[in-house]
């Protein structure tokens, strides 16, 4: 059974940086594509960033030149960096993977104070 934890939310004031991590289990991470979604309640999810098996990486325009995707296949594990963040950027994060059906995280929640 494919199994997406995220960690690493928390409170951190404007300018500040968190780093969110999500572990993967039961599938072959390697040749995953993986993402970040992020929702605020009342509005749609939105794709943050995605990164491809070969390490190919995109970001939704907000985000660029803040925040970093990243993995790490020998432990199954993709990161977001994200830094000088803004009040506009708290939601809940998602990890995100398509094995055989689309597999989401249960979400870490991120909180940027002003």
């Known amino acids: 059974q494919v199994r997406l934890v995220e960690s690493g939310g928390g409170l951190v004031q404007a300018g500040g940086s968190l780093r969110l991590s999500c572990a993967a289990s039961?599938?072959?991470?390697?040749?995953?594509?993986m993402r970040w979604y992020r929702q605020v309640p009342g509005k749609q999810r939105e794709l943050v960033a995605s990164i491809t098996s070969s390490g190919n990486t995109n970001y939704t325009d907000s985000v660029k030149g803040r925040f970093t995707i990243s993995r790490d296949n020998a432990w199954n594990r993709m990161y977001l960096q994200m830094d000088s963040l803004k009040p506009e950027d708290t939601a809940v994060y998602y990890c995100?993977?398509?094995?055989?059906?689309?597999?989401w995280g249960q979400g870490t929640q991120v909180t940027v104070s002003s």
């Open positions: 039961g599938m072959n991470f390697r040749i995953a594509a």
């Open positions: 995100n993977t398509y094995y055989k059906r689309d597999v």
